[in-house]
């Protein structure tokens, strides 16, 4: 069993149109609405895979109820904190060449209350499970360290928490000793403070937030691939993939890293797998079995530590 907590859920709108030009009146070809945000998005992954995942989620306004409904057509379990302001929308417009224009909500405060309870909710169901995920942004408000302040009390339990959060909420995450983090590439530029060009950059950057407290580090680099970072060694994984919408790729490759163990390069390929996956499936659809192809993924036996990621 898998548990995750997403902080800042959304109903995620995927919008499909021709070509998106500012200021003009669009037609959209096709829409997907989805339950969404990084945590519910692992989840999913989880369940479509023949995992058990349950989804700690708060929820408010009618926007929750559609969010829980929505959920429960996923097969996820779903433990619903109920709060007073509404789960936020988060938009996303895609083009036939897979360019992908996102407008995420800033999403309802939780109180003091809210987030207590939150953070009870999970606690109340860490015992056992494989892994916690804490997973996406904070709504306005909430200190930026929920995330750390939530590995420090899963800490007596014993379970790996896995946190995958932008901004100041990372850093402060990474200090607190989560058992993995899984940054994009603009997310551990920033919390290094400094581009990273090449894949040595990337592997020192990931050293850094291992110095710092993360155990492991996976940090998703779009295209090409993902790296891997622990007290073991470094691997470099990719596939190839026809990219359709990359929303909700990074949630498929944390979920894929996790269910097959969520550790070494056999993990690292799982996960690219499903993150590549997803990748060629509309809006922020989570891959199943018949959508990964794991014999398309390369783990390079040497790190090409000189190749250009920023490209
Ligand atoms: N164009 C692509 N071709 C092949 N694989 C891709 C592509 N884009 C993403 N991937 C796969 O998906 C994984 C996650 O992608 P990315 O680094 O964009 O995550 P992310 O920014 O966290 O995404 P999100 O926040 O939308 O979930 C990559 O590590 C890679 O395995
Ligand atoms: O605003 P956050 O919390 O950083 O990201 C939220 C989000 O963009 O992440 C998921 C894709 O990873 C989407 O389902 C969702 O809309």
């Not at 155990?215 to 691939?225: E, Q, T, Y």
């Not at 018949?290 to 990621?309: C, L, S, Y």
Request: zero cysteines.
């Amino acid at each position: 069993m898998f548990l995750t907590v997403t902080a800042n859920p959304s109903v995620d709108r995927t919008v499909e149109v021709a070509r998106l030009t500012r200021g003009e009146l669009h037609r959209a070809a096709a829409v997907h609405v989805q339950p969404g945000g990084k945590g519910i998005n692992v989840a999913r992954a989880l369940v479509r895979n023949g995992h058990q995942a349950r989804a700690v989620v708060p929820a408010g306004g009618p926007e929750g109820d559609q969010l829980i409904r929505l959920l429960t057509g996923y097969r996820v379990e779903v433990v619903r904190v109920e709060v007073a302001g509404p789960v936020r929308s988060n938009i996303t417009v895609v083009e036939p060449d897979a360019t992908v224009t996102k407008i995420n909500e800033a999403g309802a405060p939780l109180s003091a209350a809210e987030r207590e309870s939150l953070l009870g909710a999970v606690l109340d169901h860490a015992s056992g499970v494989g892994w916690v995920v804490a997973a996406g942004s904070l709504p306005p408000g909430v200190p930026d360290e929920f995330y750390a302040d939530l590995i420090h009390r899963l800490a007596p339990i014993g379970v790996p928490v896995a946190v995958d959060t932008s901004g100041a909420a990372l850093p402060a995450a990474v200090k607190a000793g989560p058992a993995l983090v899984k940054p994009n590439l603009e997310e551990l530029a920033e919390v290094v403070d400094r581009p990273l060009r090449t894949l040595r950059e990337v592997v020192d950057a990931a050293g850094e937030l291992r110095s710092r407290g993360a155990a492991a580090v996976l940090a998703s680099l779009g295209g090409h691939g993902a790296v891997l970072v622990d007290g073991d060694g470094t691997w470099h994984a990719e596939a190839r993939a026809q990219a359709r919408s990359s929303v909700g790729a990074g949630d498929a490759l944390l979920a894929g890293f996790l269910a097959a163990g969520g550790r070494g390069p056999s993990a690292l390929a799982a996960g690219v797998a499903w993150g590549a996956a997803a990748v060629s499936l509309p809006g922020s659809t989570m891959p199943g079995p018949e959508d990964v192809r794991a014999h398309r993924v390369v783990v390079h036996p040497d790190v090409e530590w000189e190749r250009r990621i920023d490209t």
